[in-house]
């Protein structure tokens, strides 16, 4: 499992921070403001995504994107559980794989393991089957709300 504190939460902060969001680092040991599933997960409280050195990249990238799919408004309110529907879920899935991209060390294949290996569950099996047989549903629904572009590429913006 690729961990945050393993030299990979400068790039994350530099992703994050194209997009209005600030990537904030909690003490070891320490609770985590906003995490919804508890240490070492990380954790959402406003444009904020908290981490700690044992929190999995996957799991910044899961809660930073929640953070950009949500509308504004939602986004202002955002402490802990960032709620939407299973189609704003599914589009969180297919825009962190699409952001590990961007990470050096990182990139989409590794982090669909990361996922399978940490319990996402998906209907054909795992994170990789689903992204490319499966998700094209999630990729219309970014594109529909301005964070990925015609070709499916990020757009560096959250949702308005």
Known sequence: MLLAGAGHAPALAALLARAGLELRRADCGAPIPGSYWGEPEAGLAGAAVWYRDD????????????????D????????RDAGGDCDEE?????????????LEGVGAQRL?????????????????????G?????RAWLLRHGLVDARGRPTGRARA
């Open 55 to 70: 929190t999995p990249v996957h799991s910044v990238l899961h809660e930073a994107c929640h953070a950009l799919c949500m």
């Open 134 to 138: 499966e998700a094209q549903t999630a």
């Open 112 to 132: 669909m393991q990361d996922m399978d290996a940490w319990g996402y569950t998906f209907r054909l099996g795992s994170a990789r089957a689903w992204y490319e």
């Open 90 to 102: 599914n589009a969180v899935c297919y825009l962190q794989i699409l952001l590990a991209d961007a």
């Open 72 to 79: 504004a408004g939602r986004r202002a309110r955002l402490a």
